[in-house]
């Protein structure tokens, strides 16, 4: 199993971005998706989650209102649409699956991805 991100980059406060997550080896249709971040010298964190079912979606406070996650179950892919980024989402963003609700907990996802930076300059 492998999930690859892509998408990150440098960008300016205000500007937008796109993260993608391709899973591959197994399908993923019926387990939820995840995003976290880590920024540096701190612990990862809850970004964002998306059921499998009635895609139920979940924010961390921060991000709600700017950040949108969904996904495409043929693709077996998830996305992270990012607007109006602040120096403060800053991280390296992460991508998984395997949980059976769309939770924010670390421990409940089983797969994960080798993560993608984005940086928001000032």
């Known amino acids: 199993v492998q999930l690859v991100e892509s998408g990150g980059g440098l960008v300016q406060a205000g500007d937008s971005l796109r993260l993608s997550c391709v899973a591959s080896?197994?399908?993923?249709?019926?387990?939820?998706m995840g995003w976290f971040r880590q920024a540096p010298g701190k612990e990862r964190e809850f970004v964002a989650a998306?059921?499998?079912?009635?895609?139920?979606?979940y924010y961390r406070d921060s991000v709600k209102g700017r950040f949108t996650i969904s996904r495409d179950n043929a693709k077996n892919a998830e996305y992270l649409q990012m607007n109006s980024l602040k120096p403060e989402d800053t991280a390296v963003y992460y991508c998984a699956t395997g949980a059976v609700e769309p939770t924010t907990m670390e421990t409940d996802y089983d797969y994960w991805g080798q993560g993608t930076q984005v940086i928001v300059s000032s």
């Open positions: 080896g197994r399908s993923f249709s019926r387990y939820a």
């Open positions: 998306i059921g499998w079912l009635d895609g139920r979606t």
